[in-house]
């Protein structure tokens, strides 16, 4: 490896003498400003160590090419392409003229990274070698990759930490061949004895309760659900989460100076553990006077009457964020979404802390247009009527969370940072832009099945149901915002089959419009007769307001 870092070292010198070197001739005779850049007529590739990465992938990564006018630009645009590959560790690209041809002959000097040809573990007991694998992302044929190899690392810890394995180490090492750069990589695990929370103690509280404590963290002591609910079993980042837990309770009920220790793990026997939390609380803090300044849209006594904070009460860092969030909230409904409130504390005695809020009101913004991105399925016109604002209007932050709402309940998108409405700066002063990007969820289901019932004796049934449905969209009978239902099921004494679909923005008036067509045939009614029932439902409905609607339905039935 020595003789390779030095190969490497003096490969990079050559290179910086030969770059120096052309420099120089250049500012000895610089070309004519209008003289025509010269043409690649040579691309030659050198290898700093074993050629793992071909000489076809390093060309397909370049913009310099044979026959195209030498470029700079080019040339560091291949450099930064070539990292950016992520095979490579070292790259350097020059031009070297050849005056017989007019043109220029192009150097490409690279380390390449190794290939891994084998992953290997070792130590496995607890749990199988196959379930360890599935958390290595790292395989045979890829590039070796410290990052990913530590992340690799993280994911096994994280596995055997959830099975209670908490105490595990896991390390790995690679062996490379200077000659092949073909890289044996191996996990080596010591998996430690299974732990298992028996008790949860607390010391030096006086102000709360262990029973109050213990609703403020996530760790919880085993108990007979614990193979359901995974409860008992120590997760060292958990244990950090629950230390910022306790911390941030005590603080926000004014323990401003609290500490509270990592949590000490004592071992109880057979496995089990107790955890045992040190909080050093410290004194009460109390507010002293509340302030406000930069506020002219409103008075302080306005702005102030939204705040938890007031004169007199108990220092919380919670409430500070919260009646920031409640200003900002304020201005925000008028337009002002430029608008910055931060709160600056200092000491004023014993325990107490004086408040001054400083805002920063902005300018007001309206509307100009409003995009909307990432639907591969769903019309725009289905999201933005979802929308409780309108281009032209006053950015108004408090309907834009209102909007965001509507599209979430639709359940179209997904669940999590689904529905995501930022605003950006256009060309016109005083207007932004308001940019809704989704991100599409499942909408469809199909679900079959078969039981038995006291009634229904034998049954079984199929059913599909489309939230996001669009009659005219063929194939796919997605993305207008329809709700399609279909069910069958067929028992011993009873059959039943409706099919439903409804528009909730009949001809884009807010009003849904619903038709379901039903069939049931039953035995279980009489041991003298049999029973059909087929018909059609019609259903309208109207909102009158947010919170209410009226709804006519016409309901057409034949019973037989």
């Keep these: 490896m020595r003789h390779f870092f030095s190969f490497i070292v003096a490969s990079i010198a050559s290179i910086g003498l030969t770059v120096g070197t052309a420099s120089a001739q250049q500012q ?129 810890l994280d596995d055997y930490a959830n099975h209670g394995y908490s105490q595990t180490e896991v390390t790995y090492h690679t062996d490379v061949n200077d000659q092949t750069g073909a890289a044996v990589v191996t996990f080596n695990i010591v998996e430690g004895s299974k732990t298992v929370v028996k008790k949860i103690y607390f010391q030096g509280n006086t102000v709360f309760t262990a029973k109050v404590l213990k609703k403020v963290i996530k760790t919880k002591p085993a108990d007979i659900l614990s193979f359901l609910t995974k409860t008992g079993r120590v997760n060292n980042d958990q244990l950090d989460q629950d230390v910022t837990a306790l911390r941030e309770y005590y603080q926000n009920h004014g323990y401003e100076d609290v500490t509270v220790d990592q949590p000490q793990i004592q071992p109880v026997g057979n496995g089990k553990v107790s955890l045992l939390y040190v909080i050093h609380e410290g004194p009460q803090y109390h507010v002293g006077t509340v302030g406000v300044t930069g506020a002219q849209l409103f008075t302080n006594a306005q702005v102030q009457s939204h705040f938890k904070t007031h004169a007199g009460g108990v220092f919380s860092p919670q409430d500070l964020r919260d009646d920031a969030k409640a200003a900002g909230d304020m201005y925000g409904a008028r337009g002002y979404i430029d608008m910055t ?19 920063d009101e902005g300018t007001q913004s309206y509307i100009e247009h409003i995009n909307i991105e990432g639907n591969t399925r769903t019309k725009d016109k289905v999201i933005r009527r979802e929308l409780a604002v309108y281009p032209g209007e006053v950015y108004n932050t408090q309907l834009i969370d209102v909007s965001k709402q509507r599209l979430q309940n639709l359940g179209y998108f997904q669940k ?35 039981g038995f019932s006291s009634i229904d004796s034998l049954l079984g049934f199929v059913e599909l149901e489309q939230t996001n449905f669009d009659l005219f969209n063929w194939p796919t009978f997605t993305g207008g915002g329809e709700r399609f239902h279909a069910r069958f099921q067929l028992g011993l004494e009873e059959t039943d089959a409706d099919v439903s679909l409804t528009e909730p923005y009949f001809l884009d008036y807010q009003l849904s419009v619903g038709d379901e067509l039903f069939y049931t045939s039953a035995d279980y009614v009489s041991d003298v007769y049999e029973q059909k029932d087929y018909g059609d439902q019609i259903d309208l409905r109207k909102p009158i307001n947010a919170f209410s609607s009226v709804r006519l339905s016409y309901r057409l039935e034949d019973i037989k």
Excluded: W
């Excluded at 610089?30 to 590739?45: E, F, G, L, S």
């Excluded at 409130?341 to 805002?359: M, P, Q, R, S, Y």
């Excluded at 207007?431 to 969820?441: F, G, I, P, S, T």
């Design 28 to 156: 000895a005779a610089p070309p004519p400003q209008n003289a025509p850049a010269p043409i690649v007529r040579q691309i030659d590739i050198q290898y700093a160590g074993p050629a793992t990465l071909s000489r076809e992938k390093i060309l397909g990564n370049m913009r310099t090419a044979v026959g195209k006018p030498y470029s700079q630009q080019a040339i560091d645009d291949d450099v930064r392409a070539l990292y950016a590959t992520g095979s490579v560790t070292n790259v350097r690209i020059f031009g070297e003229p050849l005056p017989a041809e007019n043109g220029v002959r192009v150097v490409v000097v690279i380390q390449s990274k190794a290939n891994v040809t084998a992953v290997n573990v070792i130590g496995t007991h607890a749990l199988t070698q196959r379930k360890v694998r599935k958390d290595i992302s790292t395989k045979p044929g890829q590039t070796l990759n410290e990052a990913t190899l530590e992340q690799d690392r993280q994911k096994i």
């Design 341 to 359: 409130c931060t709160a600056e504390t200092t000491a004023a005695g014993d325990h107490i802390i004086n408040v001054l809020f400083k805002i």
């Design 416 to 450: 999590d940072r689904g529905v995501q409405i930022y605003p950006s700066d256009t060309d016109v002063p005083g207007r932004k832009d308001v940019n809704v990007l989704v991100q599409e969820a499942r909408t469809g289901s199909f679900n079959f099945g078969a």
